[in-house]
């Protein structure tokens, strides 16, 4: 059966096959993108292992508060650990700002219209910084829920960052980000007062999932529960570079 007739057997009348087809097309492309970065994804894991480079890809829906607990986090590991920073936005390069501040070195990657980062962009950027071995490597990414999910980048964990101030339901709406995630920082548990959302439905969507997830409640503003996201790492870092 073609391409066409398929379309127009299984959608709605309203919308032009042609747009639908070229849609078709674009998802055969993807296919091949997706497939390409499993193979740079595996290549940068070994990579990463063999420098033991511990890789951390942060992601989440924009103001979720990445750059806010990043921030927390090198303050309080910056003196035990090498660290690295690869911001990655569309535009601008405040968060990059913020991260230089603090005496870290840090790269921006600016992917204009482009709403995911892939492995080989990693690797490059990777390269740039010249990370030296025995190092931790934070990934800021694109605050998205979507597309960031399905490119993996070799990291070594996965932390999907959920701020109490989006509600209880995201878990269930973007279920592929909670899914693929190793641990779920809860952030911003200092304004739980003031809304609606309740955090044991929240914690039993993000488990509903993905029953393997840890979850770790925090405030990047207030600094509460930050030390244990930090031991949480350090235990990890540890058994890591051994
Ligand atoms: N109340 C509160 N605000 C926070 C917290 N973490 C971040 N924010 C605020 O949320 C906004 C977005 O934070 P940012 O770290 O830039 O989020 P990102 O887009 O995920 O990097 C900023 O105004 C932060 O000050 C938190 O724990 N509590
Ligand atoms: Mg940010």
Same mark, same amino acid.
């Given at each position: 059966m073609s391409v066409k007739k398929q379309f127009e057997d299984y959608t709605?009348?309203?919308?032009p096959t042609d747009v639908l087809l070229n849609n078709f097309n674009k998802i055969e492309i993807d296919k091949e993108i997706i497939i390409d970065n499993i193979k740079s994804a595996k290549r940068n894991r070994s990579y990463f292992e063999s420098h033991s480079i511990y890789v951390v890809n942060l992601l989440s829906s924009? #103001?979720?508060?990445k750059t806010s607990i990043l921030e927390s986090t090198i303050k309080q590991m910056g003196k035990d650990y090498n660290i690295y920073v690869i911001e990655c936005d569309l535009q601008t390069d405040s968060d990059f700002k913020r991260i230089k501040s603090l005496g870290v070195d840090c790269l921006q990657i600016n992917t204009?219209?482009?709403?995911y980062l892939d492995a080989d962009m990693i690797l490059c950027a990777v390269k740039k910084l010249s990370v030296k071995d025995k190092s931790i490597l934070f990934i800021e990414n694109i605050?998205?829920?979507?597309?960031?999910?399905?490119?993996?980048?070799?990291?070594t964990l996965r932390v999907v960052v959920s701020s109490?101030?989006? #509600?209880?339901?995201k878990p269930l709406k973007f279920p592929y980000m909670y899914e693929s995630a190793n641990l779920c920082l809860i952030n911003k548990i200092d304004l739980l007062d003031y809304i609606k959302t309740n955090l044991d439905i929240l914690r039993s969507n993000i488990m509903r999932v993905n029953s393997q997830i840890v979850t770790i409640d925090l405030s990047a503003l207030t600094g509460e529960n930050i030390e244990n996201w930090c031991r949480f790492l350090h235990e990890k870092i540890k058994i890591f570079f051994k």
């Amino acid at each position: 059966m073609s391409v066409k007739k398929q379309f127009e057997d299984y959608t709605s009348e309203s919308i032009p096959t042609d747009v639908l087809l070229n849609n078709f097309n674009k998802i055969e492309i993807d296919k091949e993108i997706i497939i390409d970065n499993i193979k740079s994804a595996k290549r940068n894991r070994s990579y990463f292992e063999s420098h033991s480079i511990y890789v951390v890809n942060l992601l989440s829906s924009p #103001g979720a508060g990445k750059t806010s607990i990043l921030e927390s986090t090198i303050k309080q590991m910056g003196k035990d650990y090498n660290i690295y920073v690869i911001e990655c936005d569309l535009q601008t390069d405040s968060d990059f700002k913020r991260i230089k501040s603090l005496g870290v070195d840090c790269l921006q990657i600016n992917t204009d219209c482009g709403g995911y980062l892939d492995a080989d962009m990693i690797l490059c950027a990777v390269k740039k910084l010249s990370v030296k071995d025995k190092s931790i490597l934070f990934i800021e990414n694109i605050g998205n829920l979507i597309s960031p999910a399905i490119f993996d980048l070799g990291e070594t964990l996965r932390v999907v960052v959920s701020s109490v101030t989006e #509600g209880e339901d995201k878990p269930l709406k973007f279920p592929y980000m909670y899914e693929s995630a190793n641990l779920c920082l809860i952030n911003k548990i200092d304004l739980l007062d003031y809304i609606k959302t309740n955090l044991d439905i929240l914690r039993s969507n993000i488990m509903r999932v993905n029953s393997q997830i840890v979850t770790i409640d925090l405030s990047a503003l207030t600094g509460e529960n930050i030390e244990n996201w930090c031991r949480f790492l350090h235990e990890k870092i540890k058994i890591f570079f051994k």
